[in-house]
């Protein structure tokens, strides 16, 4: 159900670079979280992130997402960038008074209602479900909905933070086979091996404030990164 969807974009207007980072440095509060980072994201590269928790994985993402500015150092985005972005903790904005149906409403307001109902079925709010309040979802049904929403977005650069956390396992699958043949950027923060090892193609390790590649086994990262 998110495989066809995900497809849905233009991979020929981006550049050679979907994101620069020249000497960042990332705080939270007084403490660096992040110094010095020297990075590009390229077109359809498929990146995952890992660390202890505080290292600074989801800051680093909110950065790349443009909800945080970097303390020093300077950040770009390539032309023609759409970002679909699912934050850690995206279920918990939900408006708890609106129903599916009312929230893309809100999200697309130039779409025929029964495009986003259709829409809405495919991911398991039919008919009635979408006019139900929100607020009673279960935290899968939540984050399910909040997927639904960046898909139509139809991004070229995707931003996962620990996207499965609520999702069961038949989702799960469904998530990663979408990412499998997914051809936009993608970073993902999971502690969700089996992902990682399906959905990317580099895995790197945020740690003493510095973001570089991890070369060891993902079995003892992830050991290692709890």
């Known amino acids: 159900l998110f495989r066809s969807e995900l497809l849905k974009f233009s991979q020929n207007r981006l550049g050679n670079t979907v994101f620069e980072c020249q000497h960042l440095q ?4 007084e403490n660096v979280l992040i110094e010095d980072l020297v990075w590009n994201i390229g077109p359809g590269e498929r990146i995952g992130i890992v660390g202890v928790n505080g290292a600074g994985k989801t800051t680093l993402v909110k950065m790349l997402a443009g909800e945080l500015a970097p303390s020093a150092g ?3 985005a390539g032309r023609e960038i759409v970002v ?7 279920i918990e904005t939900l408006p708890a008074e ?3 149906l009312k929230l893309f409403t809100r999200h697309f307001p130039q779409e025929r ?5 259709d829409f809405l079925g495919r991911f398991g709010f039919h008919g009635e479900a979408a006019e139900r309040p929100i607020g009673p979802l279960s935290g899968g049904e939540k984050s399910r909905l909040a997927l639904a929403v960046l898909v139509r977005q139809r991004p070229n650069l ?7 956390n609520h999702l ?3 989702m799960r699958r469904s998530l990663a086979m979408a990412l499998q043949g997914y051809e936009g950027a993608l970073v993902i923060v999971s502690h969700d091996r089996h992902l990682l090892a399906t959905c990317a193609d580099r895995i790197l390790v945020v740690e ?3 973001v570089r590649e991890f070369d060891g086994d993902l079995e003892e990262g992830r050991k290692s990164t709890r």
Not at 26 to 29: C, K, T, V
Request: proline share 6%; net charge negative.
């Open 26 to 29: 990332i705080r939270a509060g």
């Open 158 to 164: 995707l931003l996962l933070d620990e996207p499965t």
């Open 84 to 90: 679909g972005y699912f934050a850690q903790h995206q």
């Open 168 to 170: 069961d396992l038949e």
């Open 98 to 100: 609106a129903t599916p």
């Open 74 to 76: 300077r950040r770009s």
């Open 113 to 117: 209602e029964q495009a986003l109902r």
């Open 208 to 210: 003493s404030g510095q």
